[in-house]
């Protein structure tokens, strides 16, 4: 069995995150006026931003070849 890079293994789940909040985009996208989905889009927006943190700080310990 293949063990993946620790590097690789967040990403990875960096992507996860992001792909579960652009599900609640999409959801919520038609009724953004609705308190509740324009709260909603509001933590996914949140949680997009901290998913682009990490993949930047990611980068910035990596070197390239």
Do not use: F, N, Q
Not at 35 to 58: F, G, P, Q, S, V
Request: glycine letters at 2%; proline letters at 5%; one cysteine or more.
């Amino acid at each position: 069995m293949l063990l993946m890079k620790p590097t690789e293994s967040a990403l990875r789940d960096i992507k996860d995150r992001i792909a579960a909040a652009l599900g609640i985009v999409d959801e919520a996208a038609p009724d953004v006026e609705s308190k509740t989905y324009h709260l909603r889009l509001w933590e996914a927006a949140e949680e997009l931003h901290r998913c682009a943190d990490e993949i930047l700080r990611i980068l910035m310990r990596i070197k390239p070849r």
